[in-house]
């Protein structure tokens, strides 16, 4: 079975007709780029993807790594992979010209990227946590981190990573025990462990950047005493490059069910009591700078796992295409040849809702990236509101791919049947490795208690009040009869969200948070798939557009998909709307004993 890669038709639909891409290559950042210039970067990706991440995808899955007299042992394809990424610029392709980067668009960077996700998601990790680790160091850095640690980043001679959770507190970062004393050098001493951290160990690179959050003696309590440190696997010499040994301890690799081509680490820092750390930026605002990062990461996750259900999605096309079995039942002779399953309804079923929920994930994650570039290069009321629906919406677009994107590969896994659940055939990977993706970066649940109990009531609602006028936006624009009844059924949606966000509300004014929040997942469901129709709808009007005769079966397999998420999917905001009108308690009231 040939390996599966983002179809290049609809990376361009989604980038050109439905997101306008063209219109950022007048702005100065982007003016030496162009449509032409895109493809050209696409192109090389899917090129090297397939020849340097697709061969050894499922080998760094069977054979994952190891950790053999004092260093981490994996597939050498690994580090060929990640030198040929940097080779050709990848890692830099957000960068300015005068970092020696691309200097591309976030959204076309991202497009970039895709490409190596969607076929070796576990390889592509390595310079996927560096480049946002090094962004971090580029915004809140200071000027001797910058040249000691962000420019051999960029140049592919340090990997980084993120230091964040710890065996006891898991996401309740307020509990960490990670401890940074300040030295008479400017330096710190850290002491402390951390789990599940990704890339934490490798042999890609000369040295390893951990970002690492920890507290300082002395400073506020909870989350407002957080500072966030480098601190390097080795330390540096006058000239920049590694030198001895830092007291930072690999414990121990953790052995995943999927995604298993990225090292997993327990670490231990300052178990000799000299382990060197180096603050970024002002103490006690590690959080607020880690949230770049770990924002960054969320829209990726996101990203990533729309992709994984969109491989599992095109495994599971070509092999319903091929596969014979059965008969039509209003033609049950046996003495006739057997059917293609893709013609069976209830395979159609299976294939198009992957369709619906793999295509929306993949269009709000490069709706999120557009933001970015709007955040970054618009004029100033325009990226005000840019920053204001990205800080709503990111919840969503790390969780809503997360969970639909995997019910996408339970469905490809179906479609295979019993070769589906075995090895020989590539779904049940793709499943493993997308079941990370609604827990690490938050959790759905933690997110839904970020959307309801923080990103919803900012600025007094103007979010959710702005997310309305651009949907409503697209809404009035369509035209075309075929996907009128869509706009009709989001423009009716949007009251009955608008009157469960007052009922929340006003729960929590009375009961309390406790008893609002229960039902918080409800909502990051109801938010995600209102978002999810109106996606479908943003296809549904471009693709009706679309004018070239070459187009047309691709435009009717836009039309379908976006028909059944509304007759199907949009739906189920009616009940959970209704849930949250109706306060339901029935998780608040479920005693701990009952179970």
Sequence with gaps: MSDVILDRRDLSFQLFEVLDTDSLFARPRFEDHSRETIEAAL?????????????????SDKEEPTFVDGKVVMRPEVKEAFDAYINAGFLSSRASFEEGGMQLPEIAAAACKGMFTCVNPSSTGYAFLTAAAANVIRNFGSDTLKTRFLEPMMAGRFTGTMALTEPHAGSSLTDIRTRAVPQDDGSYRLKGNKIFISGGENELAENIVHLVLAKIPGGPEGVKGISLFVVPKYRLDDDGNPDARNDVIL????????????????????????????????????????????????????FGAGLLGYRGYRFALDYARDRVQGRHPDDADFSKPQVPIIEHADVKRLLLTQKAYAEAAIAMSLYGYRLVDEIQTGEEAAAKEAELLLDLLTPVLKTWPSEFGLKANDMAIQVFGGAGYTREYPVEQVWRDNRLNPIHEGTTGVHGLDLLGRKVWMDNGKGMLLLAKRIMADVQATADERCKPMADALQAMLPLIEQATQAVGKQMASAGPRAALSNANAYLQLLGHTVGAWMWLRQA???????????????????????????????????????LINGDDTFMEMDPSWF
């Excluded at 192109?43 to 080998?59: M, P």
């Excluded at 199907?568 to 709307?577: F, I, S, T």
Aim: hydrophobic share 40%.
């Design 251 to 302: 414990a121990g690799l953790i052995h995943k069910l999927g995604y298993r081509g990225t090292t997993s680490t327990a670490l231990t820092f300052g178990d000799g009591d000299d382990c060197h750390g180096y603050l970024v930026g002002e103490p006690h605002q590690g959080l607020r700078y880690m949230f770049q990062m770990m924002n960054e990461a969320r829209v990726g996750v996101g």
């Design 43 to 59: 192109d090389t990706a899917e090129k090297l993807a397939r020849e340097k991440f697709a061969n050894h995808n499922a080998l």
């Design 541 to 579: 009007n471009a693709a009706v557009a679309l004018s070239n005769p070459d187009d047309a079966i691709f435009a009717k397999g836009k039309l379908q998909a976006a028909r059944y998420f509304f007759r199907w999917e949009l739906p189920r905001v009616e009940w959970d709307a209704q849930q």
